[in-house]
């Protein structure tokens, strides 16, 4: 069984060729079918896009605005755990029970009220770029089309190897996008 497993691997490795063409790497399954291999920076290009700023700021304020918010209330909770700490020996049973409920209810609020402007903030994040993202990803296909590109590759993402054959797409793309111009290239 290892064998046979063996000689389909060897098979197929030999009828494969890897060389370069033009500064991009190529894999030659056979005559008609060669695959273009380039890789992009895309969170280089977004971070370029003009109205990324503007919707910085806006996130930025949001968060600001939540944070606030937050602030009241961990200093309600500290003035609450604060008097209650400083009173807790000439209060009754059911006092102490009724303020260590609401210390506990508040933190509790809290902790909620932190989760969720968390996921709001994320939501609005998604939100916003979403267009932006759309925007770069198409200009992403029309180079990848015009340059034949097969697969392409984030570099954002962290490749454990990348040969100094495959191309980088991001300064392509910002022309295409209008970012920078290609004497800046």
Same mark, same amino acid.
């Given at each position: 069984m290892k064998k046979i497993f063996f000689v389909i691997v060897l098979s197929l490795f /030999?009828?494969?060729t890897l060389y370069s063409q033009d500064n991009v790497s190529v894999l030659q399954l056979s005559e008609?079918?060669?695959v273009r291999i380039a890789y992009i920076?895309?969170?280089d290009v977004i971070a370029s896009v003009p109205q990324v700023k503007t919707i910085e700021k806006e996130l930025n304020k949001l968060e600001d605005d939540y944070e606030a918010e937050f602030i009241k209330m961990t200093r309600d909770y500290e003035s609450k755990v604060k008097l209650y700490l400083e009173r807790n020996k000439q209060m009754s049973e059911p006092i102490k029970l009724a303020r260590q409920t609401e210390i506990t209810e508040l933190e509790t609020r809290m902790?909620? #009220?932190k989760k969720r #402007?968390?996921?709001e903030i994320e939501k609005q994040r998604k939100e916003l770029y979403a267009p932006i993202e759309e925007y770069v990803d198409n200009a992403i296909r029309? /180079?990848?089309e015009r340059e034949q590109i097969t697969i392409l590759?984030?570099?954002g993402q962290k490749p454990i190897y990348m040969s100094s054959q495959c191309i980088d797409l991001t300064v392509k793309v910002k022309v295409e996008l209008g970012l /920078?111009?290609?004497i800046s290239l």
């Open positions: /030999v009828g494969i008609q079918s060669i920076d895309r969170g902790s909620m #009220y #402007y968390k996921e029309r /180079v990848c590759f984030d570099q /920078v111009t290609e």
